[in-house]
């Protein structure tokens, strides 16, 4: 990050935690708890997905199965890599985001982006994995975020991210569709709740 967005995010984060501290107590601020907790949940459904599937299995054949496959997809990283991947942008630019957001609209964003992806990525046929997809919505939404503030270096930087990430992928076109819908998911739903 370049030294101007590094003074921008200080002094936002600053502000923010005030506000926060206020309104909420400032339990969900300082400790980041959502980003933590939806990290541990991408690492146990990675772990449920590789160790035991047939838990996936009986989850998706109720009666709510496809929409628990939608929902449950945001959390599936679908490979370790996709872990890292999922788990270091959540850090990196969802703990940032967390600061920007109310708990809900950062959930929101995450699930919603996540499943629009699925559903882009599935429409070409790569599945209904969406822990990747969810963190590119996050990007959007951050990337919105930066741009209303005109904090040019951060944006910049999350989108050198996302082309790295677009590079690894193989150019696949379910995974390339699932990703751009993603983030342009997580840049309208900022641009709405004006983040």
Do not use: C, H
Not at 20 to 40: C, E, H, M, P, S
């Amino acid at each position: 990050m370049d030294r101007e967005a590094r003074k921008y995010w200080e002094a936002q984060r600053r502000q923010m935690l005030r506000r926060d501290r206020q309104q909420r107590g400032g339990y969900f601020a300082d400790n980041l708890l959502v980003t933590k907790i939806l990290i541990a949940l991408m690492l146990l459904s990675f772990l449920v997905e590789r160790f035991a599937p047939g838990v996936l299995d009986v989850i998706f054949r109720g009666y709510l199965g496809f929409a628990a496959s939608l929902i449950l997809s945001a959390l599936m990283p679908g490979s370790f890599l996709g872990l890292i991947f999922a788990g270091v942008f959540l850090w990196i630019i969802g703990s940032q985001l967390e600061g920007l957001t109310t708990w809900w609209q950062y959930l929101v964003i995450f699930f919603a982006s996540g499943v629009i992806g699925s559903l882009a990525a599935s429409a070409l046929g790569s599945g209904y994995i969406g822990g990747t997809f969810a963190s590119f919505g996050l990007a959007g939404a951050y990337v919105m975020a930066m741009a209303t503030r005109r904090v040019s270096g951060a944006a910049q930087w999350a989108i050198l991210l996302l082309a790295i990430n677009v590079i690894l992928s193989g150019f696949q076109p379910g995974l390339l569709a699932g990703m751009l819908a993603a983030f342009f998911a997580g840049l309208v739903m900022a641009r709405i709740a004006q983040i």
